[in-house]
């Protein structure tokens, strides 16, 4: 299975980004939990957000709330990212995940990884 990311870049306090990743491979599963983690500079990585295959479980970290929303397409395996009132630290390399379970995703033990994309929010 790869994850591929895309749809980062730089954008200023207040704006907005989405970001993308596709799956792909001979094993990939479509009822996969999907979601993003970021990592900061300096610091370690973190959830941001999560979703099961049909949506009905949605998870968001605190800091992320009300501006952040994860979608997915099945069709396409995909999931997206919209990133709206982007703060300075929201600046970090974002990594899509996926598993077969929510709670392991959750906590960063995901099996499979993206490489990253990187999204920097100017002041």
């Known amino acids: 299975v790869q994850l591929q990311a895309s749809g980062g870049g730089l954008v200023e306090a207040g704006g907005s980004l989405g970001l993308s990743c596709a799956a792909s491979g001979r094993t990939w599963r479509s009822d996969n939990i999907m979601g993003w983690f970021r990592r900061a500079p300096g610091k370690e990585r973190v959830f941001v957000a999560g979703?099961?295959?049909?949506?009905?479980?949605?998870d968001y970290a605190d800091t992320v709330k009300g501006r952040f929303t994860i979608s997915r397409d099945n069709a396409k395996n995909t999931v997206t990212l919209q990133m709206n009132e982007l703060k300075p630290e929201d600046t970090a390399v974002y990594y899509c995940?996926?598993?077969?379970?929510?709670?392991?995703?959750?906590?960063?033990?995901?099996?499979?990884w993206g490489r990253g994309t990187l999204v920097t929010v100017s002041s």
């Open positions: 979703i099961n295959w049909d949506s009905t479980w949605i």
């Open positions: 995940v996926a598993d077969r379970r929510s709670y392991m995703l959750r906590i960063g033990k995901g099996d499979y």
